[in-house]
């Protein structure tokens, strides 16, 4: 049985994640800064209150957590702002910046002494962040921010391999979830190849960038 501690776990693709994780005998540590009916209804250990934008609040979690022992890791947490090159607006960019980028590394470091050898780290991210994948242009804060996020994920899993624990850089396709207006794919199939992937994970593929179809991505 892993433990499985997820963040934005409140609704969208990380409620699912919570979800499947419980159905398949994991224990969840569901991350949220305020719960829902759904995740209330799952049954798992929710914390609240959990920005991950704050240093303070992500280290309370880790206090919390005590000695706990965790296993699997999911950077869900995130969010989409649409910035166009003539209505970016910095702050905004900053923000997506906070959240999408800076958000994983903040609690990946806070939880990593509660990580022992073939612990894994997922890093929900996305192919917006792809430059290569990039033949649209636009979407300045999201885009850069996953970038960013992915290039983190690429330096954790180099930094951790020496400790056995692996990193998953995973885009869980186009989802319908608040982020997308409720287009694309089933939350119940993004969450399913999310965690096929966590599973595939291990020292010779640690620092990919996958599709959640087990697609290898360019960055
Ligand atoms: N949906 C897609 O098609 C798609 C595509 C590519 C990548 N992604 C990525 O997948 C992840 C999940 O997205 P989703 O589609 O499930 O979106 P969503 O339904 O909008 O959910 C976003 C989640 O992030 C949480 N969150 C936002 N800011 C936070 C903060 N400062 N601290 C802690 N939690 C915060 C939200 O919590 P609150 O309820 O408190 O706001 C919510 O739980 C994101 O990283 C997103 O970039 C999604």
Known sequence: MNTVLLTGANRGIGLELARQCKQR??????????????????DVRVETGIDVTDDASVAALAKKLGDTSIDIVINNAGILKRTSLEEGDFASMREQFEINSLGPLRLTRALLPLMKKGGKVAIITSRMGSIEDNTSGGHYGYRMSKAAVNIAGKSLSVDLAPKGI???????????????????????????????????????????????????LPW
Do not use: K
Request: overall charge negative.
């Open 25 to 42: 005998g994991d224990r969840v540590i569901a991350v949220c800064r305020s719960s829902s009916d759904e995740l209330d209804a799952l």
């Open 166 to 216: 692996f990193v998953a850089i995973i885009h869980p396709g186009m989802v319908r979830t608040r982020m997308t207006g409720f287009s694309g794919i089933e939350v119940d199939e993004s969450a399913r190849g999310v965690l096929a992937r966590i599973d595939a994970l291990g020292a010779s593929n640690t620092g990919t960038f996958w599709h959640q179809n087990g697609e290898v």
